[in-house]
């Protein structure tokens, strides 16, 4: 970060809750995700229930709306704000600023 103030410049950081209903699968995801077998074996890598979440259940994806949200649970907006929280606190630390939430509409 020195190196960067010593230009006088700043770093900005913008942090994100995640992919929510914004989620865009690829081609090549799609399909592996559509696959019986490969959606089974591409879950640890591809959780879309982890992924695709939204503020009420059944919303759908906004770029493909066959795929449905799950919603978010009280305990996972918990867990946000604290990750929001530490990771503002972190980056502050490390020099960087400003650090802001982005808020998503379509999340």
């Known amino acids: 970060m020195d190196q960067l103030h010593a230009y006088d410049a700043k770093l900005f950081l913008q942090i994100s809750a995640g992919w929510g209903r914004s989620f865009v699968l690829g081609g090549i995801f799609q399909k592996a995700i559509d696959n019986k077998v490969l959606g089974i074996l591409g879950k640890p890598l591809l959780n879309m229930e982890s992924i695709m979440v939204a503020p009420d259940a059944g919303e759908p994806n906004a770029w493909l709306p066959q795929y449905k949200c799950r919603q978010i649970t009280r305990e996972e907006i918990k867990e946000f704000v604290e990750a929001y ?13 400003p650090c802001a939430p982005a808020l998503c509409r379509r999340w």
């Open 85 to 97: 929280a530490q990771t503002a606190l972190l980056a502050k630390n490390a020099g960087i600023a």
